[in-house]
């Protein structure tokens, strides 16, 4: 087992007094909403200084796909997976019919998170491209790893 502790919720401030009392408790129960089989170790407590912790598997056995060495089409359909793996988990964060209502029936939600994703893109591309700039004018150092 794992204790890590639980520091107050960064939305905690904005929350005021619906932000829950015990940091630990917090964190686990967004893990069992996120996760589709929680981990059955997962528990919190509180030290006798008041410090709020969460307890969960060190390791939990599960596996992860090494990319190292995938075509593209490979890895576009390992990112298809991860992604619906992600939307799964936070559907379960959230009440439908209150987001439906919220994002109503047209599509000004969908172009907005279209265009963040397409703005968020090129600023990884503007980025890639200063790291590379800092490693050929010499302001970087950089190694292969081989």
Not at 26 to 53: C, E, H, K, P, Y
Not at 83 to 95: E, I, T
Request: net charge negative; charged share 20%.
């Amino acid at each position: 087992l794992q204790a890590k502790e639980a520091g107050p919720s960064a939305l905690g401030e904005a929350l005021g007094a619906d932000a829950p009392g015990h940091g630990g408790e917090r964190v686990v129960t967004g893990q069992r909403i996120m996760q589709a089989v929680s981990d059955m170790m997962l528990g919190w407590g509180r030290s006798a200084a008041g410090r709020d912790f969460y307890v969960r598997q060190l390791r939990d056995m599960k596996f992860s796909v090494s990319t190292e060495n995938v075509s593209a089409a490979q890895l576009e359909l390992y990112a298809d997976y991860c992604g619906w793996a992600l939307a799964r988990a936070h559907a379960g964060s959230g009440d439908a019919a209150t987001i439906a209502g919220y994002l109503g029936r047209g599509t000004r939600f969908d172009e907005s998170v279209a265009d963040f994703a397409v703005a968020y893109a090129e600023q990884n591309e503007r980025d890639y491209a200063c790291f590379l700039d800092a490693i050929g004018t010499g302001r970087l150092e950089a190694t292969t790893g081989t």
